[in-house]
């Protein structure tokens, strides 16, 4: 059954003490994972896709890295507006298949 | 640009009633998908819609159903509210049937009492 695991299910750091996010994932046949933030009451919002082993991705104070088990997202340098929900989702590309099986998340309070 | 759209923002309903909850892809969006997710969870899929069939759906009961209308917005329909209907809804809207990824709208937050 595919599934997504993240750890650790919360993760307080004080502003500028870097740390990384895990995604582990099992599925049959990659198609895509994908990172994205939530905010409190809002809808996710899209950071990231990594499509194959070795891909890295970054964005400002985040960087994104997929491994054919699991995928990292570092945070370095963070910031209390870095605060959020951080969730991982895969797609599969079994038959034919376009939705995302997410993570239960990781909740991340920077403190200032 | 506005991205994807979803109405009413929160709605209290009681159990047994009927939900009608909206969406608007985002512009140049084909696809919408329909998500629950409950507190402390990450969404769950419920179902697709593209050229206004439902292509794949999840582990939900019958009482889920939805449309997709040429605009292609659509409308998720649950009835028979339940206690554990609960959650927010989030309608996601992409290109190509989602394989570059999808838009998330903000919500519906429903509450069933």
């Known amino acids: 059954e595919d599934q997504v695991t993240q750890s650790p299910e919360a993760l307080r750091l004080q502003e500028g003490e870097s740390s990384s996010l895990n995604c582990s994932y099992t599925v049959s046949g990659l198609r895509g994972l994908f990172w994205y933030r939530q905010d409190p009451g809002k809808g996710p919002e899209f950071l990231f896709t990594l499509y194959s082993a070795g891909e890295e991705k970054e964005k400002e104070r985040l960087k994104a890295t997929l491994t054919k088990k699991e995928s990292f997202l570092h945070i370095t340098a963070p910031k209390p507006e870095d605060s959020a929900t951080y969730l991982c989702?895969?797609?599969?590309?079994?038959?034919?298949?376009?939705?995302?099986?997410f993570g239960s998340g990781t909740r991340l309070l920077v403190r200032p | 640009d506005a991205g994807v759209t979803q109405s009413p923002t929160h709605l209290i309903k009681t159990r047994g009633q009927q939900v009608t909850l909206r969406c608007s892809p985002k512009s140049g969006h084909d696809t919408v998908s329909w998500y629950q997710q409950a507190l402390g969870q990450g969404p769950q899929f419920i179902f697709q819609?593209?050229?206004?069939?439902?292509?794949q759906r999840g582990n939900f009961p019958d009482r889920f159903s939805g449309h997709q209308f040429p605009n292609y917005s659509s409308e998720l329909n649950v009835n028979a509210l339940l206690l554990g209907d609960s959650a927010l809804y989030l309608c996601?809207?992409?290109?190509?049937?989602?394989?570059?990824?999808?838009?998330f709208g903000s919500g519906t937050r429903l509450t069933v009492v």
């Open positions: 819609y593209y050229e206004e069939e439902e292509r």
């Open positions: 989702a895969v797609q599969a590309g079994k038959d034919s298949s376009y939705k995302l099986i």
């Open positions: 996601a809207s992409s290109t190509d049937r989602g394989y570059y990824g999808y838009t």
